[in-house]
């Protein structure tokens, strides 16, 4: 197994006087900074910068991105999380300079093209959603759920309803949606699935009351199965006077299929970064916009993109010009939650993802990625256990229990599977399973490419079964094996620590 000694920083790399390119000699006068810069922050010696050619450069990055893995380089099936292929034509798209390159300062006559761009983005996901009106500010699901409970709130309190104090979250949601719920100052109600895997209609009922401020809810739920009650829900919340959050980070399931909306949803996030072809997973830009029905509408974050036409002649038709513009004058925004209007670049990845592929396209989508989960589903469930064995959406949920009684953990079965040179599935998420194992395959891959993964995983069945012990020590093929994730997580190393070793030991250990 390689340590870190074997792919040295390019601080340890390197020597005096190399270079990787060579600045003409000075045909000016020199000039000191001394009087530019106050002396005390002049450097006294220069700084130990490596030197290094471009050629060691190029190798040292080249070599750190074959380490990593990505959907570019093979399967990925973190549950959750929809690691689909996303069309390379929509980067080059973003990186187009009219797009790039704009400062967001710029006056607003010289950004219509942007603006439309972000109107009509907005009324795309409204329609997906069902609902009237959008924020592209969020920059990531958790962004988006905290301000739609923000917009949740004004509007209770704009009803002198502020005693609303509660969400309710049922016990399978994303650790998110507490959290985001908290963070607004919520008190969390929990309501318990049912044997189907679903929120337990009878449980919610016993929650539910004059202090509900608003129910959280992904659908399909985080363990890949549609909330069927979830119009009965819906009334029950609306009745006891609360509003209903959709948590859209598995929209991939429904796209074109149904609407939030219709469910009976009045706030849904979308996680353009998963559905919408933004390439993630990396710490990236993301983008969490929320659609609002209209009752929560004069709530929404500012800016908001405004279209009007204004008298003038649109290139000889004789019609009045239409121009876009941010609206600030919202009196009863919650203000604003995002320095200027979101994630741009983002934006124009979805944007053109959406026209690309149009409605049956994206209704496509949907199917193809149901019917990939529902594949593997039924290829694995012979040697993994299932807890809910019903048709699943675009993601399912197996349990290592039968392995962990050889001794075997979901864990062991992630790191086996790298031996192969696949992701791991997200582990040990949703927490009502034990040992889970969450696969989503998404609509991007091969039928091939689902039977190789299903060859593995029965093969690691088999392996855990037999050989314990082989499964208990991978990996075995890959640059690092088992790190300590809590230490990494907690005390991470990130920065060069002038030559002490710091691969081996966190910093104060
Ligand atoms: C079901 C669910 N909800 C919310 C989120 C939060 O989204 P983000 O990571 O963009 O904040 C995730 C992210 O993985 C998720 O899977």
């Known amino acids: 197994m390689a340590d870190r000694k074997d792919f040295p920083l390019l601080m ?13 000699e000075l ?10 810069i106050p002396v005390e922050y002049l450097r006294s010696e220069p700084a130990p910068l490596p030197e290094l050619s ?15 893995h990505g959907v570019d380089v093979g399967f990925y099936p973190l549950g959750s999380c929809t690691m689909k292929y996303n069309p390379k034509v929509n980067e080059d798209l973003a990186s187009y300079p009219g797009f790039a390159n704009l400062h967001p300062y710029q006056p607003e006559a010289t950004v219509q093209g942007a603006l439309q761009l972000m109107h009509e983005l907005e009324q795309y996901l409204c329609e997906i959603a069902g609902l009237d009106r959008a924020t592209l500010a969020p920059a990531a699901g958790a962004h988006g759920e905290l301000t739609g409970l923000m917009l949740i709130k004004a509007y209770h309190e704009s009803r002198g309803e502020s005693h609303r104090d509660e969400i309710i979250i049922p016990d399978s949601a994303h650790g998110t949606n507490p959290a985001s719920a908290a963070m607004c100052g919520y008190k969390v109600v929990e309501v318990a699935s049912n044997e189907r895997g679903c ?3 009878d449980a919610l009922r016993k929650v539910v009351g004059p202090r509900t401020a608003g129910l959280m809810l992904t659908n399909p739920n985080t363990l890949g199965l549609f909330e069927e009650d979830i119009l009965t829900i819906s009334e029950i919340v609306h009745d006891a006077g609360g509003l209903l959050y959709y948590d859209g980070a598995n929209a991939n399931a429904i796209l074109g299929k149904c609407r939030p909306g219709d469910m009976g949803f009045d706030v849904v996030h979308f996680n353009l970064h998963k559905t919408f072809s933004t390439p993630h997973g990396g710490g990236g830009p993301g983008s969490g916009p929320i659609a609002v029905r209209d009752t929560l509408v004069p709530f929404l974050p500012v800016p908001v993109v405004e279209k009007r036409s204004r ?12 121009e876009f513009y941010l609206d600030y004058d919202r009196p009863h925004s919650i203000g604003k939650i995002k320095g200027f209007y979101g994630n741009f670049l983002v934006m124009v990845r979805a944007y053109a993802y959406i026209l690309a592929m149009g409605p049956k396209g994206l209704r496509q989508v949907s199917e193809d990625a149901v019917l990939a989960a529902n ?8 040697a993994y256990d299932i807890l809910y064995d019903r048709v699943c959406k675009h993601e399912f949920v197996l349990s290592a229990k039968r392995q962990k009684a050889n001794g075997v953990t979901a864990r062991d079965i992630a790191k086996r599977l790298l031996d192969y040179g696949m992701h791991a599935p997200t582990v040990y998420f949703p927490l009502i399973v034990e040992e889970a194992l969450m696969i989503e395959p998404t609509e991007t891959e091969t039928k091939a490419t689902l039977d190789e ?33 809590t230490l990494a997580a907690r005390r991470p190393v990130v920065r060069w620590q002038g030559g002490k070793d710091m691969g081996a030991k966190a910093e104060d250990e």
């Open 12 to 24: 340890e790399l390197g020597a005096p006087g190399r270079r990787a390119y060579l600045l003409p």
């Open 27 to 36: 045909d000016v006068p020199s000039r000191s900074l001394e009087g530019l």
């Open 54 to 68: 471009e050629l060691e450069v190029v190798r040292h990055y080249t070599g750190l991105s074959r380490r990593n």
């Open 199 to 201: 929120v337990s209609v």
């Open 311 to 322: 008298p003038g002649d649109a290139v000889g038709t004789g019609k009045n010009l239409e």
């Open 375 to 382: 594949y593997l589903m039924a290829k694995l469930k012979s």
């Open 453 to 485: 993964f299903v060859e593995v995983m029965l093969a690691i069945a088999q392996e855990a079964q037999e050989a314990p012990e082989k499964v208990r020590h991978a990996p075995y093929h890959t640059v690092v094996g088992r790190l300590d994730e």
